[in-house]
């Protein structure tokens, strides 16, 4: 498997089913919107189809064009569409 395969499975596993405080929801971009797995899938292919050793660092970009919209953690969407 390559990274991104590791990556994409991950991303697609992600599934929380504990309880949160009232007030406080949870934002999940590879749940009920078809596109984002797709997208941050090709995203990952075309950068990790390799087999290097990598580090994943796991985090959202807040604005309204960030990660809950891409599924790519700090996305730069300008350069992303490119």
Not at 18 to 40: Q, R, T
């Amino acid at each position: 498997m390559t990274f991104a395969d590791h990556i994409i499975r991950f991303n697609q596993a992600l599934d929380f089913t504990g309880k949160l405080p009232a007030g406080i929801h949870l934002l999940n971009p590879f749940k009920g919107n078809n596109d984002i797995p797709e997208v941050s899938s090709a995203f990952y292919r075309k950068f990790y189809e390799d087999q290097n050793p990598r580090h994943l660092i796991l985090g959202i970009n807040p604005g309204r064009f960030g990660g809950g919209v891409t599924g790519i953690p700090f996305t730069d969407t300008k350069r992303l569409r490119s």
